[in-house]
């Protein structure tokens, strides 16, 4: 039921960067609303890793940023590390449904 | 420090009705000033927002859930509730309650809670 489409997985080695996408539409991110990011690590509740497009709540490092453009928008994990192995979400909110919605998720892993 | 704590059975029979509490702390969820959420994650799937309110009246419901759906409150707990009827397999998920950061997002979370239907 996701309105959020993500790549299911994306993979790097130690210290590359990868991205991932997160794409919406014209009731979601295209009408101007802002995209976030989780990070959930295995067993884990999601933690905010990015709101409002690509401000970082304190403690997160600055290796991972955001951006937005049009009815999309996208993470980037810079410098991988073991431990960014996780699923992350992205999230927005949808003026259709009058309600959050989240992506379908994207498995990182780091060769 | 705001701290959210899910509260419920761990086990439901099919079509019969899921019952949660959220009990709140270091916020008033009378203040009016955020939304308060819940949130499912099957095991092994993604994240799905079920329903908000935010005190002074206003309660939204994830259209797919609407019609089993009713999340209440109760002030004089600073508790909020979610209650979905005629419950099948498909609605076994860790359920999750949070709240937004003023910014649209979940700043906050509960540690989820494990509802399982099943006979």
């Known amino acids: 039921q996701s309105v959020l489409t993500q790549p299911p997985s994306v993979s790097g080695a130690p210290g590359q960067r990868v991205t991932i996408s997160c794409t919406g539409s014209?009731?979601?991110?295209?009408?101007?609303?802002?995209v976030h990011w989780y990070q959930q690590l295995p067993g884990t509740v999601p933690k905010l890793l990015i709101y409002?497009?690509?401000h970082r709540p304190s403690g997160v490092p600055d290796r991972f940023s955001g951006s937005k453009s049009g009815t999309s928008a996208s993470l980037a994990i810079t410098g991988l590390q073991a431990d960014d192995e996780a699923d992350y979400y992205c999230q927005s909110y949808d003026s259709s449904l009058s309600g959050y919605v989240f992506g379908t998720g994207t498995k990182v892993t780091v060769l | 420090q705001v701290q959210l704590q899910e509260s419920g059975p761990g086990l439901v029979k099919p079509s019969q009705t899921l019952s949660l509490t959220c009990t709140v702390s270091g916020d008033s969820i009378s203040s009016g000033d955020n939304f308060w959420s819940w949130i499912r994650q099957p095991p092994g799937k993604g994240l799905e927002w079920i329903g908000y309110?935010?005190?002074?009246?206003?309660?939204y419901y994830n259209p797919s859930l609407k019609n089993r759906l009713t999340i209440s409150v109760d002030t004089s707990k600073n508790q909020f509730s979610l209650k979905l009827s005629s419950v099948t397999a498909a609605d076994t998920a860790v359920y999750y309650c949070a709240r937004d950061t003023g910014s649209y997002c979940f700043g906050y979370w509960g540690r989820g809670t494990l509802v399982a239907v099943s006979s």
């Open positions: 014209s009731s979601n991110i295209g009408t101007g609303y802002d």
């Open positions: 309110f935010y005190y002074g009246g206003s309660t």
């Open positions: 409002a497009n690509s």
